[in-house]
């Protein structure tokens, strides 16, 4: 019984792990004013911001904060899988934060 249990234990914690390492990623609409300059930008977001738009939103605003840019719109959430089909868009926003 003890064998089946660890089995179970290892599964489990090799599966976990690697959900907790996938990547997150998030596309966003941001501006700064005077004058009035718009971006569309993809960044990478901690595992701690991937639970949903807000999370991301409150990360996002931080980190572009500093440069002077005011978040207006998170786009999606989505994985690596959906990087490539941004990259041109995003342009110099693509993972600048």
Same mark, same amino acid.
Request: glycine share 10%; proline share 3%; hydrophobic share 45%.
């Given at each position: 019984?003890?064998?089946?249990?660890?089995?179970?234990?290892? %599964?489990? !914690?090799?599966?976990?792990? /690697?959900?907790?390492? =996938?990547?997150?990623?998030? &596309?966003?609409?941001?501006? $700064? *004013?005077?004058?009035?300059?718009?971006?569309?930008?993809?960044?990478? %977001?901690? !595992?701690?911001?991937?639970? /949903?738009?807000?999370? =991301?939103?409150?990360?996002? &605003?931080?980190?572009?904060? $500093? *440069?002077?840019?005011?978040?207006?719109?998170?786009?999606?959430?989505?994985?690596?899988?959906?990087?490539?089909?941004?990259?041109?868009? =995003?342009?110099?926003?693509?993972?600048?934060?």
């Amino acid at each position: 019984m003890k064998p089946r249990f660890l089995l179970a234990a290892v %599964l489990a !914690a090799v599966t976990f792990a /690697g959900a907790a390492s =996938a990547q997150c990623y998030a &596309d966003y609409k941001a501006k $700064r *004013d005077d004058p009035l300059r718009l971006h569309y930008g993809v960044i990478e %977001l901690p !595992a701690a911001a991937c639970g /949903g738009r807000g999370d =991301a939103a409150r990360e996002i &605003d931080r980190r572009i904060g $500093r *440069d002077g840019w005011q978040l207006l719109n998170v786009m999606s959430i989505f994985g690596a899988d959906g990087l490539a089909e941004r990259q041109a868009s =995003a342009g110099s926003f693509f993972l600048r934060y």
